[in-house]
């Protein structure tokens, strides 16, 4: 697929998602912040994955979140209702950061040329 119509997809799964590739979160149950790498409309994982990491089983029909998480080298899977903007204008410490994002600006990462 052509780099003009990805980005006409990504456009339109952004646009249905309260979050977006970038922006800084809030994980409301499990406390931390992170920054949002990928968007998916709907779940789309396993449903093994699912039934054994999902205990709070989240709606699979809404928005799903590609997480960097601060202060870590992990990532995360996180449904909408489980986060928030997370406001506090302080970047993220993570070791893919620089493979993601080419810059910080007020308080949200823009996205590097180098992501397809």
């Known amino acids: ?9 990504d456009n339109s799964v952004e646009s249905k998602a309260l979050f ?10 499990f406390k931390y912040r992170g920054v949002i790498v990928d968007v998916d409309p709907s ?16 709606p699979k029909d809404k928005p799903w979140y590609h997480v960097l998480v601060h202060n870590s080298d992990q990532t995360t899977y996180v449904a909408e209702r489980h986060l928030e903007a997370d406001d506090s204008g302080e970047p993220i410490s ?23």
């Open 20 to 29: 977006s590739i970038g922006q800084i979160i809030y994980h409301r149950r």
């Open 94 to 116: 993570h070791p893919f950061l620089n493979h993601c994002f080419d810059s910080f600006d007020n308080g949200r990462y823009d996205r590097s040329g180098s992501i397809n």
């Open 43 to 58: 779940f789309q994982l396993t449903e093994e994955w699912y039934d054994e990491i999902a205990v709070s089983r989240p």
């Open 1 to 9: 697929m052509d780099e003009s119509k990805q980005n006409i997809i």
